[in-house]
């Protein structure tokens, strides 16, 4: 049964990527302006090198050849040719992508890890004075748009001196304080929510209390809406990380992106596109199973 | 006013306060946005004194010059010329000071513009942006959640499978990626519409998901069924019995998406792919942030993020779930 | 001690005596409202002795459920209690949370109503009931799993795989032993069963009460059975107490109670049950309606994979009905008995079969005026946004007829006042009304005769309720000469109203014949059973 639903589901994302790469192919029939004319290419290349490109990535042919031969380089790994580097994508990707996930994997490990047991304890003691310091603070802390969080933070440790050029403790604090307050609301009223439900009064009439109610007994039962919660959790870090790159310096995939933008420099352009939607179905692929994991309602439904 | 409860009527005076201000940009900023002062780059906020060098209390606020000498603040002065919405033109503003005197209470930027008049002025554009991107994507996400949740079928596979194409790509990547394909340089105006459609158009997902969620329960109930039974044709029983239990995420959803669509204008100027010169709007005043130097040296330059920030804040006090907004799509 | 001695104790208005295992002194409930307060239990005094079974009788909404609650301190902290309730010595009222919640489940525990609700649905059974000893006793956890076995299994659930399901997984009768087992497994003196068997049938709900009854006296403790329907407690209760409006009103040995009550309420209570409607003889016309054939198949869908299970939910079913006459349809659940009900309302069309009205396939709009439907909960098919006028104006706008409302509302017994308010403001019974005045207004006024069909309507409500109701619908037929459709899992209801049964599983027709002649002399297993427990509850009735 899982083996199954999971092939289904990466099958499910390979044609969501194959129908935002050709989506992309087609705006760029209709973009006004030169994408891929030669009038665009780097005036430094020579015109043997000119000649290869036309021939290997099909530049005066039709739409479809060309997204015949990104695929073919998609398959032998090289993901297309920036035409400002003249490198292939892939060399340009590869390292700025780990840098990404670094952040965004640390910064989603301890926003999580962080958010589970504040939202519960905050749930637990309910309006008492951690729940009202947690609501009070996550307020704040949501109203405050990430790009302005990040840079008072940028501003804030510059000015003390504590800011270390290529150091991850300050993007990851930013992404950190970005996603744990909206985290923690939600972790907050899932458990909420049922608590207030019928088998939770029982469960207290049997004499289960504390900490064994609330852990054992509560968050599974408030699981579901959390796993799902993950998958956009993902989405807002990856967004997030793009402005904090920018901010701070941070040599991930948000400057290149930038920079590929500003340069038109098209297969650039589309790498980081499809890299970061991969990485957003993966996030939600990985919901997803925590879900299945978690909630027999969905596993037995089968 | 009476019904809401005390954070939101905050919020909404505030707001109307903002709303006000950025409205009346031309008549309360003291000088031209785009004006530009070499002899003044990079000043920090003009010190407003009501005592001067001698120790003596002015009861008119003043300002001193360059050239030490005090001048008051005046109010209604004839200054650069300004249009009211586009419509009548005037010389007036609320407030200044003589020359060569200056009032910058925000200081000025590398090219010795007034950041106070910018930041009024640049709220035009940010504010319409995002109330004009939300309108359009609450009505094309009121439209097709009703028509995905009531009729089912093709019609909302159809339309779920295009929201899932949206959603694939995080919402920052997805407009920069659109953004990517138009020309760079456009005119202002626009520069405008055209960010305030991109973001429209792919705003619609989120509150076509939350009102098809909410119809396809509503048409399950069983008064539908009974309405059924009666001989009711589908208009009927979206308008009297769905579309009402829509209210209430249309309304959250305001709440929600025009902060978050002025915010993705603001990131949009920010990374210098919104607004351009000569016109202004709050990223593009925050985009000097991206220097260091400036960062280092310029504490002046944070101040309309706080602005914003003081924006969004507002929004997020209509919000009347308060703590029990599970709102996941 | 003697029934006597006991009888004379528990009469006895003095402080109890001393091997009283639960007394209670005049508890009251108050829930603070804007002006004034709500009284919900009040001045109850009761006494409750070692190995008794005390019965608390009682409609919906008269404060029982509040009243066991309180006893345990679960009350939301709203609620003004006072009085005193003293178990083996220890006052419960204003005790510490400490204290509670040792007593909780170890020595004195709850049978909640609602089984699906009650559970926990990430959690498996066993666990579950494992959970409740790990609470309370220091043990090792595989010691637990051991005991919470024996307990499933002492409550009647034996099988491996049902003890390692999940509750959604189990039928409501399953669920009910599951609760049973929860709260007898720490060993407590004292069980409080709230309304166990309401959500069941009448086969499960006997089980039930004889596996709590032979429980408690194999565990020597005593038993509280909360509810509202008097044939249970008669077969287990010792005593009765009868509540109306939170107060005690009469008190005693079951039997003595339920045969001959001495307060009004408990009189008016008692004798609905006992009136049946009285069924002119009719004359046998032209079948009003026809059904031939019916079958009806669904595609159940998994949510995660593609393929589907066929489930046949009717299987060619022929049936016919007269002017003036009740058919009832009855059957296990999932027989398929509210699929034929909206195949022939066509809410949901069938796949194949003919539905013949007057000997002709009638039109869309012929059938909005001359079938009409009641739900299963008839509040939940008005819309809570509506005001009474609104949702009885609802079927002329559509079918675009005038008529009086304030007349209609008459006709069910509804005040012309309850025009203007909201249909949320009502109560169960009014709803209930409500809806049936609304379905009449759909129905054609023009002379030809009518078909209602009521799908369990009945079963929501309380026995008073369910009494009055039943009267109005054999008034209205005799006025109308209308046709009810009557499904239901009650069969005494459907005893005292119809002239037919039908007897439907697995969507085929098993039996069918006059209702009487059925309950004596039936083939069908599970009608058997159903018709058995109807008998035993009924005896002496």
């Known amino acids: 049964m899982l083996r199954g639903y999971l092939l289904r589901r990466m099958l499910h994302g390979f044609f969501l990527l194959a129908g935002i790469s050709i989506l992309s192919f087609v705006l760029l029939e209709l973009a006004p302006g030169d994408f891929l004319g030669e009038a665009k290419l780097n005036p430094q290349l020579s015109p043997q090198t000119l000649l290869a490109l036309r021939e290997r990535y099909g530049l005066d042919q039709t739409l479809p050849q060309k997204y015949i031969q990104w695929l073919g380089s998609v398959a032998d790994g090289s993901f297309g040719i920036s035409f400002a580097y003249n490198l292939p994508v892939s060399q340009l990707l590869w390292p700025r992508a780990r840098k990404t996930l670094q952040l965004t994997l640390t910064s989603l490990a301890l926003s999580w890890l962080l958010a589970l047991p504040l ?64 985290l923690v609301r939600h972790v907050r009223s899932a458990v909420l929510d049922v608590s207030s439900q019928p088998y939770v009064r029982v469960a207290r009439s049997h004499g289960i209390a504390g900490a064994r109610l609330w852990f054992r007994w509560l968050l599974p039962a408030a699981a579901n809406p959390l796993c799902s919660l993950f998958g956009l959790s993902v989405a807002g870090l990856i967004s997030s990380s793009l402005l904090v790159e920018t901010v701070v310096g941070w040599p991930g995939l948000g400057p290149l992106f930038l920079e590929a933008i500003a340069a038109r420099d098209f297969y650039l352009v589309i790498g980081p596109v499809i890299l970061s939607a991969t990485f957003l179905i993966a996030g939600v692929l990985v919901g997803d199973l925590l879900l299945y994991a978690v909630d027999p309602r969905i596993r037995i439904r089968q | 006013m009476k019904q809401l409860r005390s954070n939101q009527r905050l919020g909404t005076t505030g707001l109307i306060c903002l709303h006000v201000a950025v409205l009346g940009a031309g008549f309360l900023a003291p000088y031209d946005p785009a004006e530009q002062n070499r002899a003044f780059t990079l000043q920090p906020p003009t010190r407003i004194r009501f005592v001067d060098g001698q120790g003596q209390f002015h009861a008119l606020p003043f300002v001193m010059g360059v050239d030490g000498r005090a001048r008051s603040l005046r109010f209604f002065v004839a200054g650069a010329k300004y249009r009211w919405l586009g419509g009548p033109s005037s010389r007036i503003h609320l407030f200044g000071v003589d020359e060569p005197g200056h009032i910058f209470l925000l200081g000025t930027d590398e090219f010795g513009r007034d950041q106070f008049s910018r930041m009024l002025c640049g709220g035009q554009i940010s504010l319409l942006t995002g109330w004009l991107a939300a309108l359009l994507a609450l009505g094309l996400g009121l439209g097709l959640g009703l028509v995905a949740g009531f009729f089912g079928g093709w019609r909302d596979a159809l339309i779920m499978r295009g929201a899932e194409l949206f959603l694939a790509l995080p919402w920052l990547y997805l407009l920069l990626a659109i953004r ?29 998901r939350l009102v098809r969620g909410v119809v396809m329960s509503a048409k399950e109930r069983d008064y539908v069924y009974a309405a059924r039974g009666f001989g009711a044709s589908s208009w009927h029983l979206i308008a009297r019995h769905c579309l009402p239990e829509t209210y209430g995420v249309l309304f959250t959803q305001m709440a929600l998406l025009v902060p978050q669509f002025i915010l993705a204008e603001v990131a949009l100027s920010f990374l210098g792919l919104g607004i351009g010169d000569p016109a202004v709007s709050w990223g593009t005043l925050l985009a000097p942030l991206r220097q260091l130097a400036i960062v280092a040296s310029a504490w002046w330059m944070l101040l309309p993020a706080l602005f914003v920030a003081a924006t969004a804040w507002c929004f997020s006090l209509l919000d009347n779930e308060g703590e029990r907004n599970g709102a996941v799509p | 001690m003697s029934i006597e001695s006991r009888l004379v104790a528990s009469l006895c208005m003095l402080p109890s005596p001393p091997e009283a295992l639960l007394s209670v002194d005049r508890l009251c409930v108050a829930y603070p409202l804007e002006h004034g307060n709500a009284l919900v239990v009040r001045n109850w005094t009761a006494s409750i002795l070692r190995g008794q079974v005390v019965g608390i009788l009682g409609a919906s909404g008269c404060g029982k459920t509040t009243a066991a609650l309180a006893l345990l301190g679960l009350l939301s902290p709203s609620a003004r209690v006072s009085g005193s309730v003293r178990f083996q010595g220890v006052e419960l009222i204003g005790a510490s949370e400490a204290v509670l919640r040792k007593i909780r489940g170890a020595q004195i525990s709850l049978i909640p109503q609602e089984p699906l609700l009650s559970l926990n649905p990430v959690i498996r059974v066993v666990n579950q009931v494992a959970e409740v000893l790990r609470a309370h006793r220091q043990i090792g956890a595989a010691e637990c799993k051991d005991r919470a076995k024996s307990a499933l299994a002492q409550a009647g659930l034996t099988a491996q795989d049902l003890q390692q399901a999940y509750p959604h997984q189990l039928s409501g009768g399953q669920r009910q032993r599951v609760l049973i087992a929860q709260a007898l497994v720490c060993g407590p003196s004292l069980v409080v069963a709230d309304e166990p068997t309401s959500a069941l049938d009448a086969v499960s709900a006997l089980e039930i009460v004889r596996v709590l009854r032979s429980l408690v006296r194999t565990a020597a403790a005593s038993l509280i059975l909360i509810a509202h329907d008097p044939r249970l407690l008669k077969a287990i209760a010792d005593r009765v107490l009868v509540m109306h409006d939170g107060s005690i009103v009469e008190e005693g040995p079951v039997r003595e109670v339920l045969r001959s009550p001495r307060h009004p309420y408990t009189q008016r209570l008692l004798r609905s049950l006992r009136d049946a409607a009285e069924r002119p003889a009719k004359t046998s016309a032209a079948p009003l309606l026809s059904v031939q054939g019916l079958t009806k198949t669904f595609q159940r869908r998994g949510r995660l994979t593609a393929s589907g299970r066929e489930v046949r939910a009717l299987a060619g079913v022929d049936l016919e009905l007269r002017a003036g006459q009740t058919l009832a349809v009855v059957g296990p659940s999932g027989a398929g008995k509210s699929t034929l009900a909206r195949a022939i309302a066509r809410l949901d069309p069938p796949d194949s079969g003919d539905v013949l009205l007057e000997g002709r396939r009638p039109s869309q709009e012929t059938i909005h005026r001359r079938i ?13 946004r509506f005001s009474v006028a609104e949702a009885l104006a609802e079927p002329l706008a559509i079918q675009r007829k005038q008529s009086d409302l304030a007349a209609m509302l008459r006709q069910v017994g509804l005040p012309e006042s309850a025009l203007s308010r909201r249909t949320s403001q009502l109560s169960g019974g009014q709803k209930a009304r409500l809806a049936l005045a609304r379905a009449l207004t759909a129905l054609d006024d023009r002379g030809s005769p009518c078909i209602l069909i009521l799908d369990e309507s009945l079963a929501s409500l309380d026995l008073y309720v369910k009494a009055q109701l039943i009267q109005l619908l054999s008034d209205l037929q005799k006025q109308r000469s209308l046709a009810y459709i009557l499904i239901a899992h009650d069969l005494s209801v459907a005893a005292h109203m119809a002239d037919e049964v039908i007897v439907l599983s697995e969507g085929r027709i098993v039996e069918r014949g006059a209702p009487r002649n059925l309950l004596q002399s039936t083939r069908h297993p599970h009608f058997q059973a159903l018709a058995a427990a109807t008998l035993a509850l009924e005896e002496n009735a």
């Open chain 3, 372 to 384: 009409q439907m009641i739900f299963q909960d008839p509040g939940a098919s008005l819309n809570p």
């Open chain 1, 119 to 182: 939202g519960v304890w905050s749930a637990a003691g309910r309006d008492g004075w951690l729940d009202r310091t947690v609501r009070i603070v996550t307020s704040i802390l949501i109203a405050l748009p990430d790009l302005v969080l990040a840079c008072v933070l940028f501003f804030v440790a510059v000015q003390t001196g504590r800011f270390r050029s290529g150091g991850p403790a300050l993007p990851v604090t930013i992404l950190v304080l970005a996603a744990l307050p909206m």
């Open chain 2, 180 to 208: 990517a394909f138009l020309p760079l340089s456009l005119s202002p105006w626009t520069t405008t519409l055209a960010i305030a459609l991109l973001t429209g158009i792919i705003g619609w997902t989120r509150p076509a």
